[in-house]
């Protein structure tokens, strides 16, 4: 079999190096444009289980590198001298120039021909390679033979905003150290850390609004570095900035939807770019570099075999690791947002940005600085809150939460889930076992579904209503029932628009009803589903007046029923959320136009419903943060509409997103609408609810403990275990708060004892695994001095 490879970077020499090693009968071929000696960039970051990984790939090449590492454990945060401490994180970093030299050498060794100062024409190399077997194309982000063919791989490219630059220093550090430093003219980040007795990397990055006002773009190479070694004095103690071809650049984000084409493979950058913030890039090239040279072993010849099951293996992990990248970019690309954060929760956010390093993980890596983190909380929390929780102190997630005259008893809801199980709007036996259930689960506050404000307003036959007093006497009694509970309950008002008069989703979602429709109505005349939906009634200003009557009149129902909260649905596409998104909303009058026009009428609802809502009850509105598609809501829309909301009485922000429009195309993850709730809390200024893939407790005190938002609600954990939150607390040993027991009921007070001892079992042995889990360190030990 006979392989060329496109690209002698790290990728492409150590596919050559293991696949020639175990094939010495195939023949390898490299072409590489630059000088062997050529480098750009100064160090390179290996995790500890990447270094593992290379370790059972090639021995050989692993003991010839383990004695050039620096090796740390920790990662400090300087932000303006400002030092935090993060322990329990192993990395080795080493030279890119060595790196390359020795997989040069080893791909020598085994007989891989190596060709430097080589340029292979894009248009040409097909025919140039006819012979080839297989062509893996691993020349990097700007790589022209990937472009050549850019339609047929399914090329996409992002540039994101941020300016960086590649340079060194001879300054040493012991630890990989994040220095953030703000000048007058805004905020700057180097990334920073040894990677050789004499050298060091910093990776420097600001913003555009920052690079723009300090003149960069008239600056030459060498006057960039002496600006930066000024910002950047007091942490280089007299070294300077080191220059190698450290021109301003913006990182851009590329994706592939195909890896092969012909006889074609895509290795490394050329397939996928992975933000250096998280360390990924050589790290993901190396890693798929084992991968296809696992597929070539196992297909020897089979070029199409190959080319399927290395990119079955690799696509999920290399799909996961570029979101986890991209949240991390977006931490810098937000720099001033975080800038005032306090000390150790400005921290916690930089470490757990990405989304992969939790509450619990910090715990494990560096308990004293979780200490830190969660002393912090409180003596903020008690600053702004007057209350002191005492030796009680609880992990952040059971911290209480006060809206107006209400004290929710921790930070967990359960968030509004359609049950559909309705007749003419009324609860039944159903919905009271529904929402009792979880409120004796512990749940701190419970979200009624969607509720109805007339007969018209429903989505489907099967929603639950706040019309008539049949209905307002079911939802008496349930709010009664609730507070025999220590939760809370929140009543949610909407009105279904042009979403409305269909079916219940086990006959088919969204679909109109095959007969006993009602009108619906929109802001727009623009139908849900082209060709299917009934085509929306455009609102008038008559029946605007109608519709905000029946809000006002279902929230004096909610309110004599004695709701805790209430809700106003401004999301998903329906009645009052067609109005904010401009891919629904084309009105020519002043209830159409920018995000200000667009809110009005949402504005003038929720206006009328806070006057006759009570004083002392708090009030929220749901908003979908982001369309997904093109065209729709803007962050800076979501800015306007939410401090709108905000002047206009709103004391919390339920941050959702999408169900705009049909052709919509969210990014799903954990945690996946987060950063809206995190934006609006520090951008508006007013605090949020975090929703979207939260299933985790550690994940909820992490999004607590960061800033990032105020109240997190689980819809299908709740569905899946009732009692969430109290298996949660018995996870975290939380017993009493500011002196009160977690309230457990009488009935299930034999329950108590077994779950917190079950609890302290399944944490001591996670402890040990997490020991036993941890790379042995010995082979960087020496390197490490």
């Given at each position: 079999?006979?392989?060329t490879?496109?690209?002698?970077?790290?990728?492409?020499?150590?596919?050559?190096l293991?696949?020639?090693?175990?094939?010495?009968?195939?023949?390898?071929?490299?072409?590489?444009?630059?000088?062997?000696d050529?480098?750009?960039?100064?160090?390179?970051?290996?995790?500890?289980?990447?270094?593992?990984?290379?370790?059972?790939?090639d021995?050989?090449?692993?003991?010839?590198?383990?004695?050039?590492?620096?090796?740390?454990?920790?990662i400090?945060?300087d932000?303006?001298g400002?030092?935090?401490?993060?322990?329990g994180?192993?990395?080795?970093?080493?030279?890119?120039?060595?790196?390359?030299?020795?997989?040069?050498?080893?791909?020598?060794?085994?007989g891989?021909?190596l060709?430097?100062e080589?340029?292979?024409?894009?248009?040409?190399f097909?025919?140039?390679?006819?012979?080839?077997d297989?062509?893996?194309?691993?020349?990097?982000?700007?790589?022209?033979?990937?472009?050549?063919?850019?339609?047929?791989?399914?090329v996409?490219?992002?540039?994101?905003?941020?300016?960086?630059?590649?340079?060194g220093?001879?300054?040493?550090?012991d630890?990989?150290?994040f220095?953030?430093?703000?000048t007058?003219h805004?905020h700057?980040?180097?990334?920073?850390?040894?990677?050789?007795?004499?050298?060091?990397?910093?990776?420097?990055?600001?913003?555009?609004?920052?690079?723009?006002?300090?003149?960069?773009?008239?600056?030459?190479?060498?006057?960039?570095?002496r600006y930066?070694e000024?910002?950047?004095?007091?942490?280089?103690?007299?070294?300077?900035?080191?220059?190698?071809?450290?021109?301003?650049?913006n990182?851009?984000v590329?994706?592939?939807?195909?890896?092969?084409?012909?006889?074609?493979?895509?290795?490394?950058?050329?397939?996928?770019?992975?933000?250096?913030s998280?360390?990924?890039?050589?790290?993901?090239?190396?890693?798929?570099?084992?991968?296809?040279?696992?597929?070539?072993?196992?297909?020897p010849?089979?070029?199409?075999?190959?080319?399927?099951?290395?990119?079955?293996?690799?696509?999920?992990?290399?799909?996961?690791?570029?979101h986890n990248?991209?949240?991390s970019l977006?931490?810098?690309?937000d720099?001033?947002?975080?800038?005032?954060?306090?000390?150790?929760?400005?921290?916690?956010?930089?470490m757990?940005?990405?989304?992969?390093?939790?509450?619990?993980?910090v715990?494990?890596?560096?308990a004293?600085f979780?200490?830190?983190?969660?002393h912090?909380?409180?003596?903020v929390?008690?600053?702004?809150?007057g209350?002191?929780?005492?030796p009680?102190?609880?992990?952040?997630m059971?911290s209480?939460?006060d809206?107006?005259?209400?004290?929710?008893?921790?930070?967990?809801?359960m968030?509004?889930?359609?049950?559909?199980?309705?007749?003419?709007g009324?609860l039944n036996?159903?919905?009271?076992?529904?929402?009792?259930?979880?409120?004796?689960?512990?749940?701190?506050?419970?979200?009624?579904?969607?509720?109805c404000?007339?007969?018209?307003?429903?989505?489907?036959?099967?929603?639950?209503?706040?019309?008539?007093?049949?209905?307002?006497?079911?939802?008496?009694?349930?709010?009664s029932n609730?507070?025999?509970?220590p939760a809370r309950?929140?009543?949610?008002?909407?009105?279904a628009?042009?979403k409305?008069?269909?079916?219940?989703?086990d006959?088919?979602m969204?679909?109109p009803?095959?007969?006993?429709?009602?009108?619906?109505?929109s802001?727009?005349?623009?139908?849900?589903i082209?060709?299917?939906?009934?085509?929306?009634?455009?609102?008038?200003?008559?029946?605007?007046?109608?519709?905000?009557?029946?809000?006002?009149?279902?929230?004096?129902?909610?309110?004599?029923?004695g709701?805790?909260?209430?809700?106003l649905?401004?999301?998903?596409?329906y009645?009052?959320?067609?109005?904010?998104?401009?891919?629904?909303?084309?009105?020519s009058?002043e209830?159409g136009?920018?995000?200000?026009?667009r809110?009005?009428?949402p504005?003038?609802?929720?206006?009328?419903?806070?006057?006759?809502?009570?004083?002392?009850?708090?009030?929220?509105?749901r908003?979908?943060a982001?369309?997904?598609?093109?065209?729709?809501?803007?962050?800076?829309?979501?800015?306007?509409?939410?401090?709108?909301?905000k002047?206009?009485?709103?004391?919390?922000?339920?941050?959702?997103s999408?169900?705009t429009?049909?052709?919509?195309?969210?990014?799903?993850?954990?945690?996946?609408?987060?950063?809206?709730?995190?934006?609006?809390?520090?951008?508006?200024?007013?605090?949020?609810?975090?929703?979207?893939?939260i299933?985790l407790?550690?994940?909820?005190?992490?999004?607590?403990?960061?800033g990032?938002?105020?109240?997190?609600?689980l819809a299908?954990?709740?569905?899946?275990?009732?009692?969430?939150?109290?298996?949660?607390?018995g996870?975290?040993?939380?017993?009493k708060?500011?002196?009160?027991?977690?309230?457990?009921?009488?009935?299930?007070?034999?329950?108590?004892?077994q779950?917190?001892?079950?609890?302290?079992?399944?944490?001591?042995?996670?402890?040990?695994?997490?020991?036993?889990?941890?790379?042995?360190?010995?082979?960087?030990?020496?390197?490490?001095?």
């Amino acid at each position: 079999m006979k392989i060329t490879v496109i690209g002698g970077g790290p990728g492409g020499l150590y596919f050559s190096l293991l696949t020639k090693k175990r094939m010495p009968e195939c023949e390898i071929e490299v072409f590489e444009q630059n000088r062997a000696d050529d480098t750009f960039g100064f160090g390179v970051v290996f995790s500890d289980e990447t270094m593992d990984e290379f370790l059972n790939a090639d021995p050989e090449s692993y003991d010839l590198l383990q004695g050039h590492l620096a090796y740390w454990t920790d990662i400090v945060v300087d932000r303006e001298g400002e030092r935090s401490t993060i322990g329990g994180n192993g990395f080795a970093g080493c030279s890119r120039q060595l790196l390359l030299t020795l997989l040069q050498d080893r791909c020598r060794a085994v007989g891989v021909k190596l060709h430097f100062e080589t340029t292979i024409d894009p248009d040409t190399f097909e025919e140039r390679f006819a012979d080839s077997d297989l062509i893996v194309i691993g020349n990097g982000i700007g790589s022209p033979m990937r472009d050549r063919f850019a339609e047929e791989f399914g090329v996409t490219r992002q540039d994101r905003p941020n300016y960086f630059t590649w340079m060194g220093s001879t300054k040493p550090l012991d630890a990989f150290t994040f220095f953030f430093r703000e000048t007058e003219h805004g905020h700057f980040c180097a990334h920073s850390y040894q990677y050789n007795e004499e050298r060091s990397t910093w990776v420097i990055e600001t913003t555009p609004e920052t690079w723009e006002a300090t003149g960069f773009a008239e600056m030459s190479e060498e006057e960039s570095a002496r600006y930066l070694e000024r910002v950047f004095a007091d942490c280089l103690d007299n070294h300077g900035l080191i220059t190698n071809r450290s021109i301003w650049r913006n990182f851009p984000v590329i994706a592939c939807e195909k890896w092969s084409h012909g006889k074609m493979v895509l290795l490394g950058d050329a397939k996928a770019t992975a933000h250096w913030s998280i360390g990924s890039g050589t790290k993901l090239a190396m890693e798929c570099a084992i991968a296809l040279s696992d597929q070539v072993v196992a297909h020897p010849g089979d070029v199409p075999a190959i080319q399927q099951a290395y990119e079955k293996e690799r696509r999920t992990p290399v799909e996961i690791t570029q979101h986890n990248a991209a949240v991390s970019l977006r931490w810098f690309e937000d720099m001033a947002m975080h800038w005032e954060k306090p000390r150790f929760q400005f921290a916690f956010s930089l470490m757990s940005r990405a989304k992969s390093v939790t509450w619990d993980n910090v715990g494990l890596r560096d308990a004293k600085f979780l200490e830190d983190v969660e002393h912090e909380f409180y003596e903020v929390y008690a600053a702004q809150t007057g209350r002191d929780l005492g030796p009680d102190r609880p992990t952040p997630m059971f911290s209480p939460l006060d809206l107006r005259g209400l004290t929710l008893p921790n930070r967990v809801a359960m968030a509004p889930m359609a049950q559909y199980s309705s007749e003419d709007g009324r609860l039944n036996d159903w919905h009271h076992t529904h929402y009792m259930a979880r409120a004796l689960g512990g749940t701190g506050l419970i979200f009624t579904e969607m509720t109805c404000t007339s007969p018209n307003a429903r989505i489907t036959p099967g929603c639950t209503g706040l019309w008539n007093d049949e209905q307002e006497a079911d939802f008496t009694r349930l709010v009664s029932n609730i507070h025999r509970t220590p939760a809370r309950i929140a009543l949610q008002l909407g009105h279904a628009g042009r979403k409305g008069s269909t079916n219940v989703p086990d006959k088919g979602m969204d679909m109109p009803l095959e007969h006993g429709n009602w009108p619906i109505v929109s802001a727009s005349p623009i139908p849900y589903i082209e060709g299917v939906s009934s085509v929306p009634g455009e609102l008038s200003r008559e029946q605007m007046d109608q519709v905000k009557a029946d809000f006002v009149a279902a929230t004096e129902r909610g309110a004599r029923a004695g709701f805790d909260m209430l809700e106003l649905h401004c999301a998903h596409g329906y009645l009052l959320a067609s109005f904010l998104s401009p891919l629904t909303n084309e009105r020519s009058d002043e209830y159409g136009g920018d995000a200000r026009a667009r809110a009005r009428y949402p504005l003038e609802v929720f206006r009328a419903m806070r006057e006759v809502w009570p004083e002392d009850r708090p009030m929220s509105v749901r908003l979908s943060a982001s369309d997904w598609a093109p065209g729709g809501l803007t962050l800076d829309d979501l800015a306007i509409i939410a401090g709108l909301f905000k002047d206009a009485g709103v004391d919390i922000i339920h941050c959702s997103s999408g169900e705009t429009v049909r052709w919509q195309k969210p990014v799903f993850g954990r945690m996946w609408q987060t950063p809206f709730a995190e934006f609006v809390r520090n951008e508006v200024g007013i605090p949020t609810i975090a929703v979207g893939d939260i299933s985790l407790p550690e994940q909820v005190n992490t999004i607590i403990a960061a800033g990032r938002a105020d109240l997190c609600a689980l819809a299908r954990p709740h569905l899946n275990d009732p009692f969430w939150t109290r298996h949660a607390a018995g996870h975290y040993g939380v017993r009493k708060v500011a002196g009160q027991p977690l309230g457990w009921p009488e009935q299930l007070r034999s329950g108590e004892y077994q779950l917190y001892r079950e609890a302290e079992k399944a944490n001591e042995k996670a402890r040990e695994l997490a020991l036993k889990a941890r790379p042995e360190r010995r082979h960087y030990q020496q390197s490490a001095g």
